[in-house]
């Protein structure tokens, strides 16, 4: 071998074969060299690589240490994702069931099956507050605009009760009082009380107050502002016989033995819709929300309640209208229109929009078609991406959309619709399922025995499993409130920790 001297001549070079490191250091037959010297360097050399190897692990532990609480910070944010699930659970405690209405960070409200809402503390499951609502016969509900709030994260503050029968649509007796009760999420405490002198056609939410439009003994139309913390903002009512056989809301409502629009005999038939800064009750009759005094609002199409809307990222938008006929039939239709308003496409199918994603789904429109089967579509084009049977999607978290239903649990990457992994053995219970971001939690049915049942996100093995004894009712949805699991049902309530 050859190689250049600084000088730029070249030196001849030869290459020795050493039988052991302490030849290489000079040490050989008679070369005097100290063996002791050389041991000591060459256990030197190897304390220097076992201090770097494990500086390398520890700054590695470090690093993805950080990652993961970083990751945990994001997973917090999304608002659906459960903190760290470390099984398997076993019961902290137990309580009678009802719907949840809203939720604190310190206690959770919920509606009772025969009346009355109270508030349990999530981690001992001890009652805060009770309140008896409207009395034995009457049902609560959380004072939320459903157009813009998401049912599943609820955040209402106010829960309202009112007794169940009295939506008659219907001219009432004389004297009819209906009492509307108004009840502090926090404490329980009732802060207004609503009393109105018909029967309730609609309640709705509108800015934090409750809008009601009824029927009176008259025969007078009517509807109230009212709110819950400073009383009546504003009131209506037509003129007496107005509605002289009482109201539908729509064809659906009427029936098929009611009788048609226009027949002497038959009830007026609104075309209710908040839109535009105004309540529309009637093709002839809105109110503005501020005043209440009568306006004029654009076409019916224009403002109609049965069109939902949602963006995309391209600045499209997607749309679902459920359109009513005269026989009292109906039907849904996608469409998905250009940033100007255009017809892009119509789907083949019905969109639907889940709350539960990362937004790593941005790419792709979740639609239900008409055979049972669900499908993931190119908003741009309308091209199928992927489509499954059976399976009902769950959530999607980072490009992963877990489904569950009879076809079991199943896990695709939601652009492309490459499985996963699929626990087809697995029987769901329920069409739902929950995530820590590390494992997927879903009810089990097993024989006899419903279950809940831990599969590993990633690769789908069961991390564990555990029965849930003596529970009863047929929907439990899952949530995470004060250090316990909670499996909210419609009987029973159950803490796991």
């Known amino acids: 071998m050859r190689r250049r001297d600084p000088g730029g001549g070249v030196v001849q070079v030869e290459l020795v074969e050493a039988d052991a490191d302490h030849e290489v250091n000079g040490v050989g037959d008679g070369g005097g060299g100290d063996t002791r010297e050389t041991g000591r360097a060459r256990r030197l050399r190897r304390v220097g690589l076992a201090v770097i190897l494990v500086g390398t692990i520890v700054t590695a532990m470090v690093v993805d240490a950080r990652q993961n609480a970083a990751r945990r910070v994001e997973l917090a944010e999304l608002g659906w994702v459960l903190p760290p699930v470390e099984g398997p659970l076993e019961e902290v ?39 008896d609502g409207a009395g034995a016969n009457s ?4 004072l939320l605009d459903y157009r813009e709030a998401r049912v599943e994260q609820l955040t209402a503050d106010i829960v309202y009760c009112y007794p169940i029968d009295v939506y008659q649509e219907r001219t009432p007796a004389e004297g009819v009082a209906v009492p509307i009760d108004f009840i502090e999420v926090a404490t329980g405490t009732e802060i207004s009380n609503l009393v109105v002198d018909g029967s309730l056609v609609v309640s709705d939410m509108v800015d934090g107050d409750l809008l009601v439009t009824f029927v009176d003994s008259s025969a007078a139309l009517g509807v109230r502002r009212w709110d819950p913390r400073a009383g009546e903002v504003w009131s209506y009512r037509s003129a007496p016989g107005f509605v002289p056989n009482g109201v539908v809301l729509s064809s659906v409502d009427a029936g098929a033995d009611e009788p048609d629009e226009g027949i002497p005999g038959s009830p007026v038939q609104l075309s209710y819709g908040v839109a535009d800064g105004a309540v529309r009750l009637t093709d002839a009759i809105a109110l503005d ?45 996608g469409r998905v229109l250009d940033a100007d308003g255009s017809l892009r496409f119509a789907t083949d199918g019905i969109p639907r929009f889940s709350w539960q994603t990362d937004g790593s789904d941005a790419g792709v429109l979740t639609v239900f078609r008409p055979d049972g089967r669900v499908a993931g579509i190119d908003p741009e084009t309308g091209q199928t991406r992927w489509s499954a049977a059976n399976a009902t999607p769950a959530f999607v978290l980072e490009d992963v959309m877990v489904l569950v239903g009879s076809a079991g649990v199943l896990a695709i990457d939601v652009h492309d619709g490459e499985e996963r992994w699929h626990a087809e053995e697995i029987f ?27 599969l590993d996100l990633l690769t789908g093995a069961e991390a564990w499993r555990i029965p849930i004894t003596g529970i009863t009712g047929s929907y439990w949805r899952l949530d995470h409130r004060g250090g316990n699991l909670l499996l909210l049902g419609d009987e029973e309530i159950l803490a796991l920790g």
């Open 93 to 131: 405690w137990r309580s009678a069931g009802g719907w949840t209405l809203a939720h604190t960070d310190e206690l959770f409200v919920l509606a009772g099956s025969e009346g009355g809402v109270r508030a349990l503390d999530p981690a001992t499951g001890a009652e805060a507050w009770t309140h």
């Open 289 to 333: 929300l501020a005043t209440g005094e009568q306006v004029t609002v654009p076409p019916l199409e224009a403002t109609s309640p049965n069109v939902n809307v949602w963006p995309l990222p391209d600045g499209g938008s997607v749309e679902v209208r459920l359109e009513t006929s005269p026989d009292g039939g109906w039907s849904e239709t």
């Open 428 to 454: 769901v219970w329920n069409d739902t399922a929950a995530t820590d971001g590390d494992v997927v939690l879903v009810q089990s049915l097993d024989g006899a025995v419903p279950e809940l049942v831990a």
């Open 139 to 142: 049902t609560c509900s959380a």
